[in-house]
């Protein structure tokens, strides 16, 4: 939203605040409505948007918790499990330990040749991704 208010040169708090509540939907603007019903003599756009922040972002606990507990391979691959629980760590777990919990996550087959590999975490998740590719090949599967 800050990047549209740049663009078109929206420079008011009062135009800010107007132009986001009147972009909400409603379980977003019912979460500001103690705001909306009484709004600040001035910082109104402020006001909303830390009330917003507040509301809808996940804790640091949270987000621990997620890489801990939660989060899995599922459909994505795991360069891509790997980036996002780095995003969710943001530099609070060693990234040994990271490391560790991303393998984790992995299937046994790549699990267990992931391990042997030299190299950090990015490169590994690379060769992660190139064998589960290999996997979904069924020709391939059934030559080796």
Same mark, same amino acid.
């Given at each position: 939203?800050? *990047?549209?208010?740049?663009?078109?040169? #929206?420079?008011?708090?009062? @135009?800010?605040?107007?132009?986001? $509540?009147?972009?909400?939907?409603?379980?977003?603007?019912?979460?500001?409505?103690?705001?909306?019903?009484?709004?600040?003599? @001035?910082?109104?756009?402020?006001?909303?948007?830390?009330?917003?922040? *507040?509301?809808? @972002?996940?804790?640091?606990?949270?987000?621990?918790?997620?890489?801990?507990?939660? #989060?899995?391979?599922?459909?994505?691959?795991?360069?891509?499990?790997?980036? +996002?629980?780095?995003?969710?760590?943001?530099?609070?777990?060693?990234?040994?330990?990271?490391?560790?919990?991303? #393998?984790?996550?992995?299937?046994?087959?790549?699990? *267990?040749?992931? @391990? #042997?590999?030299?190299?950090?975490?990015?490169?590994?998740?690379?060769?992660?991704? +190139?064998? $589960?590719?290999?996997? *979904?090949?069924?020709?391939?599967?059934?030559?080796?």
């Amino acid at each position: 939203m800050e *990047s549209q208010f740049a663009a078109a040169g #929206i420079m008011t708090d009062q @135009t800010k605040y107007i132009h986001v $509540i009147s972009s909400l939907e409603v379980q977003y603007l019912l979460a500001v409505g103690d705001i909306v019903r009484n709004p600040p003599e @001035t910082g109104k756009y402020e006001a909303v948007k830390a009330a917003l922040i *507040s509301e809808f @972002t996940d804790s640091d606990q949270k987000k621990l918790r997620r890489i801990v507990k939660e #989060i899995e391979l599922g459909d994505l691959k795991p360069s891509q499990l790997l980036k +996002r629980m780095k995003e969710l760590a943001n530099g609070r777990i060693n990234d040994d330990v990271l490391e560790s919990l991303w #393998i984790e996550r992995l299937p046994n087959s790549i699990r *267990s040749a992931i @391990t #042997i590999l030299d190299g950090d975490s990015t490169q590994m998740a690379l060769q992660a991704d +190139r064998m $589960i590719e290999m996997q *979904s090949f069924p020709e391939f599967r059934r030559r080796n």
